[in-house]
């Protein structure tokens, strides 16, 4: 790539070139054409493979999944089948895609009100100045750093029936609570928020030191030469300025708990979940619409999971986000 | 990452001292609630089956090496980790090269339709990537892609950009507008302003994109689940979940397995930790 560029030269040379910190000077209009087309060249040609895989891999797909709702479809051959809106009230006649629903709001709530607190206190904890920090932070994101099939593979082996955990509770003495873990119906939903909990946390502590990294150290220093207790500094002065970093963890744990999958297939059992006890939307969209090969039914149940996911974000960003977001967008901190 | 530190000044070097016990004792709970269930699984995979049946919770006695060994030689480990290498890093190419050149221009240009074109980015941000996935299967085996390298990784470049932007973009923003006035004197034009000042200045947040990108490629599940039904191109979270439900009574080598199919990830993220907090900070910024 040869650097010389002669219409973005000054063609007075030196003579005329603007003070430091000014735009450069106004060009004769001829140039100033030429200048607009190449921008825009660089522009268009820059941004088009972006926008084209975008476009094509995101926004299509989504655009398909709407059209092929509306058909009943075995996906062979162009669909020919309309049947309107019948797929998606069979859906929400389906008592095991309202149990999918039920379960994703308890993964969701779930998720903010257990890993939310949990993580706030390991990382004000790990953003103490101490010996050794950094190895506990490494060891505190193992979990995250891990494929969601190796957790749950690990977790189901260790949950299994006389597995390693029931033999930790037997031999402390606590041989009562022993659960068929992930085959109790009544159960296996918990146990699996048990599982992304312990999966997910790692995330949150990320985003919270992220964001207590740019907690100045100033403000805190202040506060404890005014006497303020390591406890009243946290409470007081970094908690407020946590707010925003709070807030996106929560839209993106809420968004990702919503369309959870890895974790609830390998682990929890083919039987159990088609029984709804441990379905969510996306397990149930791909049991349906890929394995059984109902495709006009399970874009159906992804257009719901869209719109809840959509309706979701727009609610949550309009009551939460807003100030964080034009923070964001015009790239200025406020 | 030199550079990473001289940009946030908040970061400065403090005398560490040894915390109070309390600290220690908090902070190895943490740790031990993280490592413990993994450090089962990798010392478990040194047992044997009949060992883990009679004590669950035990610790290998005698130590066997045959299960990783089995792993190793036999199971397609190498083949699944070949194909996730060279999945992951296409991914992570695509998304460095598509999203800087995206975040370059919305960075930099002033033109008519920018916010819009950044909104229209962002836009992806609130779209579930799995709610796209049946019709993305339909679209990509009409393009007849279906069991190619091609059909995990030009989705997952798609659906990593929304946040690679994000996170660049005001990155980009941030390198003074001195610095091209004075390139352009020096008769640089703006790409190769691009080249030769903006992307050495912007590695930092180019590595934490590229991290955030190769590790979510390394560790897809689904897209590759049903894209890939040819077990010769399958990734090695494929690979363990194969394992885990074809040898279900080999207790000894679904865990062995397991422990090799995390090892490349720990090891990765062992190095990149740092980079990644680090990072961060700017997209979260208060």
């Given at each position: 790539m040869t650097a010389t560029n002669p219409t973005t030269l000054?063609?007075?040379?030196?003579?005329?070139?603007?003070?430091?910190?000014?735009?450069?000077?106004?060009?004769?209009?001829?140039?100033?054409?030429?200048?607009?087309?190449?921008?825009?060249?660089?522009?268009?040609?820059?941004?088009?493979?972006?926008?084209?895989?975008?476009?094509?891999?995101?926004?299509?797909?989504?655009?398909?999944?709407?059209?092929?709702?509306?058909?009943?479809?075995?996906?062979?051959?162009?669909?020919?089948?309309?049947?309107?809106?019948?797929?998606?009230?069979?859906?929400?006649?389906?008592?095991?895609?309202?149990?999918?629903?039920?379960?994703?709001?308890?993964?969701?709530?779930?998720?903010?009100?257990?890993?939310?607190?949990?993580?706030?206190?390991?990382?004000?904890?790990?953003?103490?100045?101490?010996?050794?920090?950094?190895?506990?932070?490494?060891?505190?994101?193992?979990?995250?750093?891990?494929?969601?099939?190796?957790?749950?593979?690990?977790?189901?082996?260790?949950?299994?029936?006389?597995?390693?955990?029931?033999?930790?509770?037997?031999?402390?003495?606590?041989?009562?609570?022993?659960?068929?873990?992930?085959?109790?119906?009544?159960?296996?939903?918990?146990?699996?928020?048990?599982?992304?909990?312990?999966?997910?946390?790692?995330?949150?502590?990320?985003?919270?030191?992220?964001?207590?990294?740019?907690?100045?150290?100033?403000?805190?220093?202040?506060?404890?030469?005014?006497?303020?207790?390591?406890?009243?500094?946290?409470?007081?002065?970094?908690?407020?300025?946590?707010?925003?970093?709070?807030?996106?963890?929560?839209?993106?744990?809420?968004?990702?708990?919503?369309?959870?999958?890895?974790?609830?297939?390998?682990?929890?059992?083919?039987?159990?979940?088609?029984?709804?006890?441990?379905?969510?939307?996306?397990?149930?969209?791909?049991?349906?619409?890929?394995?059984?090969?109902?495709?006009?039914?399970?874009?159906?149940?992804?257009?719901?999971?869209?719109?809840?996911?959509?309706?979701?974000?727009?609610?949550?960003?309009?009551?939460?986000?807003?100030?964080?977001?034009?923070?964001?967008?015009?790239?200025?901190?406020? | 990452?030199?550079?990473?530190?001289?940009?946030?000044?908040?970061?400065?070097?403090?005398?560490?001292?040894?915390?109070?016990?309390?600290?220690?004792?908090?902070?190895?709970?943490?740790?031990?609630?993280?490592?413990?269930?993994?450090?089962?699984?990798?010392?478990?995979?040194?047992?044997?089956?009949?060992?883990?049946?009679?004590?669950?919770?035990?610790?290998?006695?005698?130590?066997?090496?045959?299960?990783?060994?089995?792993?190793?030689?036999?199971?397609?480990?190498?083949?699944?980790?070949?194909?996730?290498?060279?999945?992951?890093?296409?991914?992570?190419?695509?998304?460095?090269?598509?999203?800087?050149?995206?975040?370059?221009?919305?960075?930099?240009?002033?033109?008519?339709?920018?916010?819009?074109?950044?909104?229209?980015?962002?836009?992806?941000?609130?779209?579930?990537?799995?709610?796209?996935?049946?019709?993305?299967?339909?679209?990509?085996?009409?393009?007849?892609?279906?069991?190619?390298?091609?059909?995990?990784?030009?989705?997952?470049?798609?659906?990593?950009?929304?946040?690679?932007?994000?996170?660049?973009?005001?990155?980009?923003?941030?390198?003074?507008?001195?610095?091209?006035?004075?390139a352009a004197i020096d008769g640089t034009g703006?790409l190769g302003?691009?080249?030769?000042?903006?992307?050495?200045?912007?590695?930092?947040?180019?590595?934490?994109?590229?991290?955030?990108?190769?590790?979510?490629?390394?560790?897809?599940?689904?897209?590759?689940?049903?894209?890939?039904?040819?077990?010769?191109?399958?990734?090695?979270?494929?690979?363990?979940?194969?394992?885990?439900?074809?040898?279900?009574?080999?207790?000894?080598?679904?865990?062995?397995?397991?422990?090799?199919?995390?090892?490349?990830?720990?090891?990765?993220?062992?190095?990149?930790?740092?980079?990644?907090?680090?990072?961060?900070?700017?997209?979260?910024?208060?």
């Open positions: 000054d063609p007075a040379g030196g003579a005329s070139a603007p003070p430091a910190g000014l735009r450069p000077v106004r060009r004769p209009s001829k140039d100033r054409a030429a200048e607009t087309r190449r921008k825009w060249y660089e522009i268009i040609g820059l941004t088009t493979p972006a926008i084209v895989v975008y476009v094509t891999f995101v926004l299509v797909p989504m655009g398909f999944a709407l059209y092929y709702s509306l058909f009943r479809w075995r996906g062979v051959g162009p669909p020919t089948e309309y049947i309107g809106f019948d797929n998606y009230v069979m859906a929400f006649q389906d008592p095991i895609f309202l149990d999918a629903l039920r379960n994703n709001a308890i993964i969701v709530f779930g998720s903010l009100l257990l890993q939310g607190p949990v993580a706030l206190g390991v990382a004000l904890l790990l953003n103490r100045h101490f010996r050794g920090r950094t190895l506990f932070r490494l060891l505190a994101f193992v979990p995250y750093v891990l494929a969601e099939v190796t957790v749950g593979i690990m977790w189901k082996l260790i949950l299994t029936p006389n597995g390693s955990l029931d033999a930790l509770l037997q031999s402390i003495g606590l041989g009562g609570l022993v659960q068929a873990w992930l085959a109790d119906l009544d159960i296996v939903i918990w146990t699996l928020l048990f599982v992304l909990t312990w999966k997910y946390v790692g995330f949150a502590i990320i985003l919270l030191l992220a964001g207590l990294s740019n907690v100045p150290q100033e403000l805190n220093e202040a506060a404890a030469i005014d006497g303020a207790s390591w406890w009243q500094i946290q409470r007081h002065v970094t908690l407020p300025l946590l707010g925003p970093t709070i807030r996106i963890w929560m839209f993106l744990s809420m968004i990702g708990s919503l369309q959870v999958f890895d974790v609830i297939w390998v682990t929890s059992v083919p039987a159990v979940r088609s029984l709804g006890a441990s379905a969510t939307m996306a397990t149930y969209m791909v049991d349906n619409g890929f394995f059984a090969r109902l495709w006009g039914y399970g874009n159906a149940v992804a257009v719901i999971l869209f719109v809840i996911s959509f309706v979701a974000a727009l609610l949550f960003q309009r009551f939460l986000l807003r100030r964080d977001i034009q923070g964001a967008t015009t790239g200025r901190a406020n | 990452m030199t550079a990473n530190a001289t940009l946030s000044p908040s970061r400065r070097r403090r005398p560490v001292s040894w915390g109070n016990p309390l600290t220690y004792g908090l902070a190895l709970a943490v740790a031990a609630v993280s490592i413990v269930p993994v450090l089962y699984v990798i010392i478990g995979g040194f047992r044997t089956t009949p060992q883990i049946v009679a004590n669950p919770a035990g610790l290998p006695d005698p130590w066997v090496f045959d299960n990783y060994a089995r792993v190793l030689t036999q199971s397609g480990f190498w083949t699944q980790a070949f194909n996730s290498a060279v999945i992951a890093l296409g991914t992570t190419l695509g998304v460095v090269l598509l999203g800087v050149c995206a975040a370059f221009v919305l960075a930099r240009y002033t033109f008519r339709g920018r916010e819009v074109l950044y909104t229209f980015f962002t836009l992806g941000l609130l779209f579930p990537a799995g709610a796209a996935i049946l019709p993305l299967y339909l679209m990509l085996r009409d393009m007849n892609l279906i069991n190619s390298y091609f059909a995990v990784m030009l989705p997952q470049i798609a659906f990593a950009l929304p946040l690679t932007i994000v996170i660049l973009r005001p990155f980009l923003s941030a390198i003074p507008r001195e610095l091209e006035d004075a703006r302003f691009l080249w030769r000042i903006m992307l050495p200045l912007s590695r930092p947040a180019l590595v934490t994109v590229g991290i955030l990108a190769f590790v979510a490629s390394w560790n897809a599940f689904l897209l590759p689940l049903l894209v890939l039904g040819d077990a010769s191109l399958h990734t090695l979270p494929l690979g363990v979940q194969n394992f885990s439900s074809q040898y279900t009574s080999d207790t000894a080598g679904i865990l062995a397995f397991t422990s090799l199919a995390m090892l490349p990830a720990l090891l990765f993220f062992t190095f990149a930790e740092k980079q990644i907090v680090g990072g961060l900070q700017g997209a979260v910024k208060g």
